[in-house]
Nanobody
Framework: VQLQASGGGLVQAGGSLRLSCAAS????????MGWFRQAPGKEREFVAA????????SYPDSARGRLTISRDNAKNTVNLQMNSLKPEDTAVYYC??????????????????WGQGTQVTVSS
């Protein structure tokens, strides 16, 4: 199984980025997908999740209204649209796959597969 995250970069506060994660080696629609982030010296933090059929999503309060997770099961990709970015959004962002397609979880320990991460830096 491979999860390849891309789309990170340097952006000014208030700007937008779109992260993508390409999955291979798994039956993509059978997995719920999540995005997490980790800033230096901090624990990995839940950012968003989506069920296997894309019908339900979940976000923490800090992300709701600014971040949107979506997926394209025909292309085996999951995306994270990030708007109104803040300096505190600076982190390495990871995509992950969870083996219960209909369930959403914020617990990183529940995710079976992880991508390598993509750096997002938001300047003030």
């Amino acid at each position: 199984v491979q999860l390849q995250a891309s789309g990170g970069g340097l952006v000014q506060a208030g700007g937008s980025l779109r992260l993508s994660c390409a999955a291979s080696g798994l039956t993509f629609g059978s997995y719920a997908m999540g995005w997490f982030r980790q800033a230096p010296g901090k624990e990995r933090e839940f950012v968003a999740a989506i069920t296997g059929n894309g019908g339900r999503t979940s976000y923490p309060d800090s992300a709701r209204g600014r971040l949107t997770i979506s997926r394209d099961n025909a292309k085996n990709t999951v995306n994270l649209q990030m708007n109104s970015l803040k300096p505190e959004d600076t982190a390495v962002y990871y995509c992950a796959a969870y083996g219960i397609s209909w369930r959403l979880t914020e617990n990183p320990g529940s995710y079976a597969y992880w991508g390598q991460g993509t750096q997002v830096t938001v300047s003030s």
